[in-house]
Structures are given as C-alpha cells and as structure tokens.
C-alpha cells in the first residue's frame, strides 16, 4: 500500500460513526479536519478538539464555505446520516465542494450491505444511497464505496436474527445464508486506512465475521448455557410483501429514518445477498473483532 495522503475531511464527524472515523484517523497521524453543522452542541464540538481534529463549524449548505474548508485535503469521507435531504442533496453539496477545492478522492457514506445486487425498490435507504452514486459515479472525482454489512452491534438489540426474550435465531428462506457483519469500530479503522490510501478501488466489501443462522443458534446455545431455537420466518418473498404492505399503510413514518418496515427491509436486504469474497486483508495491520466479543452473557 502507498500511504502518502494524510490531510482527511470528514463530514457527519460528530454522529457514532464519524467520531470513531475521526479517532481512528488522528491515531494513524492524519490532519483530520471535521465538518460540523453550524449550531451543534458544545459538547460534540469540544469533543472532536480533544481528540486532536481541526474543526470548521459552518453551514453545511453553503458549497462555497465546505469548499474552503476542504482546501488541500487528500479525501473527504462522508459519514452523515439520514434521508433524501442528506444522503442525496447534502452529500451532492460536500460533493460539488470537494470537486471544487480539488480534492481527489471521496468516500460515501454507504456503510451497509452491498446494495449493487439488489434491485431498486426494496430499501428505501438503499434506494437514496442508489441514488446519489448515479451523480457520484459521473463526477470527476476518484470514490471508494465500503460495504460492511449490518453494524455487528444490532445483534445485542433483541432483533428477529437474535431474539434474546425468545432465545431463538430466526431466518428466511435458508438457515445456512452467511449474514455479513461489521463492528462500528471496525468499520472506522478501515474506513480510516482506506481515506489514507491513494490506490483504493472503487468499493471495498468487509466484515469482522460472517455466520449462519445455523451456527449463530449453536453459538448463542454455548454461550449462555442453554436451549435456543433456530425457527423459520417464512421467505423472503414473504418478508417483501409484508414490507411493501406495511410501508403503504404507514405514510406518516416514511420521513422516520429506523421505522419498523425500514428494518424489516433490511432484515430482507441481509437475507437477499452476501459478500461472496472479502478485501478485509488490504490493510494488515487491521485487528478483526470476533463474534464472541461482541455477543456476551448479560449481567
């Protein structure tokens, strides 16, 4: 790996992700020059200063202001959050602003299962993800999408897949489909050595691990001593018709980010596809959580 850039721009730097983006960056030496709303709060901002960043607080919808703000950076990496007014219109300014402060390279805020396979129409988060990349792929301006599954931390949230009150592991279609999982922390030390080298391709796909419904029901048995159930939840066809149907009963969410029809679609999206190879060897001296460090007995 050629490591030569080290002057990093990240955008959504005081949301979970972006903050251990930002951590892990500084601890690889990197100038990190964090993007922050105008009007956020003291403590997020004073966070970021502790931990060595440069901070421009400035309106995120001024191209010119984010443009000067990106001047002489290596990468911008985007870690923002939300639905179509920032994952498409937000991102498309920190875009067009990075396009004009020359910066060479732009990282997405994708971080998700690789949404490439999948057909339009299915995840609405995907969908606007989708969306922007049509812009972001016709820009001149070099990009690398990272493609880490689900957050590895939702298996502790009692979620369909890990059902702690049930103690059962639940699956659609086939209990041997590998779920392709990332921890946050993960995420952001890769994220970190991918905005630090030049030579990225155009998407990356990764994982800490990578398991069954099959084996996630035995590992869950062992570790906390008794019984669970591995049980069928009926096809994935099935899981896209109650979607659909619960998407178009509830038109008074669609503007909520984590309605619970947008998690049933991901629950499908996790069902629907899988990183049939892995690039998480580009950076070696990457340590990998393992599952048993994430699902632990609770006390």
Same mark, same amino acid.
């Given at each position: ?13 005081t ?6 983006? $930002?951590?892990?960056?500084?601890e690889?030496g ?8 105008t009007?956020?709060g003291?403590?997020? $901002? ?19 202001q984010v ?5 002489g950076?290596?990468?911008m $990496? ?12 937000g ?7 990075? %396009? ?6 732009? %990282?997405?805020?994708?971080?998700s299962?690789d949404?490439t396979?999948?057909?339009e ?10 969306e ?16 880490n ?10 979620i ?6 049930k ?6 279609d ?5 779920l392709d ?15 630090l080298?030049?030579t ?32 069928r ?22 503007n ?16 629907s ?27």
């Amino acid at each position: 790996m050629n490591q030569m850039s080290n002057r990093i721009v990240v955008a959504g730097s005081t949301g979970n992700l972006g903050k251990r983006i $930002v951590k892990t960056l500084l601890e690889r030496g990197a100038t990190v020059v964090a993007l922050v709303r105008t009007g956020a709060g003291d403590e997020k $901002v004073d966070g970021l200063k502790l931990l060595g960043a440069k901070v421009e607080t400035l309106d995120v919808t001024d191209v010119n202001q984010v443009a000067e703000a990106c001047a002489g950076a290596d990468c911008m $990496v985007s870690a923002v959050a939300g639905l179509r007014d920032v994952i498409v219109d937000g991102q498309k300014i920190l875009l067009e602003a990075a %396009i004009r402060a020359g910066v060479p390279r732009f %990282i997405p805020s994708d971080f998700s299962t690789d949404f490439t396979g999948l057909p339009e129409g299915e995840n609405r988060n995907f969908d606007l993800r989708r969306e922007f990349h049509k812009v972001l792929d016709a820009a001149p301006i070099a990009s690398t999408a990272i493609f880490n599954g689900a957050f590895a931390e939702i298996l502790m949230y009692n979620i369909p897949v890990l059902d702690f009150k049930k103690k059962t592991v639940g699956y659609w279609d086939n209990p041997n489909h590998r779920l392709d999982f990332t921890t946050m922390d993960d995420t952001a030390a890769y994220t970190a050595a991918a905005a630090l080298d030049p030579t990225t391709p155009q998407s990356l796909r990764i994982a800490s691990f990578q398991i069954t419904p099959t084996d996630l029901v035995k590992f869950a048995s062992e570790t906390f001593q008794t019984p669970w159930e591995l049980v069928r939840m009926g096809t994935v066809e099935e899981l896209r018709a109650q979607n659909k149907a619960a998407r178009a009963a509830n038109p008074e969410v669609e503007n909520e980010l984590y309605c619970r029809w947008q998690q049933g679609q991901y629950m499908q999206s996790m069902f629907s596809t899988e990183h049939a190879s892995l690039e998480n060897d580009q950076y070696p001296d990457l340590k990998w959580t393992k599952l048993e460090d994430v699902i632990k007995p609770r006390s």
